[in-house]
């Protein structure tokens, strides 16, 4: 019995812990909270009954992440393939800003969103995250080469949908 309180006591001090991260994470994805609530609250239920063996890993925080990202980029496959083309598309509520700080925020999170899954998942763990080359291509299970090419080619969706040629302008925070 003590053994079980143990990981339920060191799950829930990283859930304390980890949870901003990895909302920021996963609102920058998804680009609505509820939906970011949803992907993170799943990551962790599905990762508690492996918890000894997570909480063992060198940086727990990062497995959780590569999960979660795991989690939104398999759902988004699914979802791609079950879209029903419809010629009235509901209205869209715009998803709230959290940071509510400056408007080039909400225009580049807009922006963001209509990246491709994997190109904006790359650039969220770069930029948000500030992970290198590596540790991006890690976290998405793919080479440095692959992530260098995702993010220039969502940098250079982002420098179009802008109207800008200035490479530095979407190399600042994303948060």
Same mark, same amino acid.
């Given at each position: 019995?003590?053994?079980?309180?143990?990981?339920?006591? /060191?799950?829930?001090?990283?859930?304390?812990?980890?949870?901003?991260?990895?909302?920021?994470?996963?609102?920058?994805?998804?680009? @609505?909270?509820?939906?970011?609530?949803?992907?993170?609250?799943?990551?962790?239920?599905? &990762?508690?009954?492996?918890? %000894?063996?997570?909480?063992?890993?060198?940086?727990?925080?990062?497995?959780?992440?590569?999960?979660?990202? !795991?989690?939104?980029? !398999?759902?988004?496959?699914?979802?791609?393939?079950?879209?029903?083309?419809?010629?009235?598309? %509901?209205?869209?509520? %715009?998803?709230? /800003?959290?940071?509510?700080?400056?408007?080039?925020? /909400?225009? &580049?999170?807009?922006? +963001?969103?209509? +990246?491709? %899954?994997?190109?904006?998942?790359?650039?969220? +763990?770069?930029?948000?995250? @500030?992970?290198?080359?590596?540790?991006?291509? @890690?976290?998405?299970?793919?080479?440095?080469?692959?992530?260098?090419?995702?993010?220039?080619?969502?940098?250079?969706? &982002?420098?179009?949908?802008?109207?800008?040629?200035?490479?530095? @302008?979407?190399?600042?925070? +994303?948060?």
């Amino acid at each position: 019995m003590e053994v079980v309180t143990r990981v339920a006591v /060191d799950f829930a001090r990283f859930v304390e812990d980890g949870t901003s991260s990895l909302l920021g994470t996963a609102y920058l994805l998804t680009r @609505d909270r509820q939906a970011a609530e949803e992907l993170v609250q799943d990551t962790l239920v599905a &990762l508690y009954p492996q918890w %000894p063996r997570v909480a063992a890993v060198q940086s727990p925080i990062a497995y959780v992440r590569r999960s979660l990202i !795991n989690r939104y980029l !398999n759902q988004q496959r699914r979802a791609s393939v079950g879209e029903r083309i419809s010629e009235l598309l %509901p209205e869209r509520q %715009p998803a709230p /800003d959290f940071s509510r700080r400056v408007d080039d925020r /909400d225009q &580049l999170r807009r922006v +963001l969103s209509t +990246l491709p %899954p994997r190109q904006r998942a790359a650039v969220v +763990l770069r930029y948000f995250h @500030d992970l290198s080359d590596q540790q991006v291509a @890690d976290e998405l299970g793919c080479r440095a080469t692959t992530v260098r090419s995702l993010i220039s080619r969502a940098l250079s969706t &982002l420098r179009a949908a802008s109207g800008t040629d200035d490479r530095s @302008d979407y190399q600042g925070d +994303l948060r």
